[in-house]
């Protein structure tokens, strides 16, 4: 049986990454938060939309691929809207994943 949102320890764990994996995380984290052309918050966490390119498509699955090792406690949702649509990447789980998605993810503003 898989544990609930709030018995999962918020606390991402960086040694399920090579140092290859944690390089290559990296660089996808800053060209995706990069990309972000919109921010709603929900309830239990944001949406991020992208514009529906296929090598962000591509990105976004490898990123969640890596992300999730680090960070089993995120709940991840990638809808690709019909009619080459925006693409959204929902960050969901409990109140403290929320605060944890809004510190972390949030597209930088320089």
């Known amino acids: 049986m898989a544990e609930t949102d709030s018995a999962v320890p918020i606390a991402c764990d ?21 990309s972000v052309l919109d921010t709603q918050e929900l309830r239990d966490g944001y949406a991020y939309r992208f ?19 680090c960070c089993p406690f995120l709940r991840f949702s990638l809808e690709v809207e019909p009619n080459r649509g925006p693409v959204w990447l929902r960050l969901t789980g409990s109140p403290a994943v929320k605060e ?11």
Not at 14 to 34: D, I, M, N
Not at 52 to 69: F, N
């Open 14 to 34: 960086l040694g399920a990454f090579s140092a290859a994996q944690r390089e290559r995380h990296s660089a996808l984290l800053g060209r995706l938060t990069g």
């Open 51 to 69: 514009a529906p390119e296929a090598r962000t498509l591509a990105e976004l699955g490898e990123w969640i691929s890596l992300e999730r090792a």
């Open 100 to 110: 944890f998605v809004a510190a972390t993810f949030h597209p930088r503003k320089d």
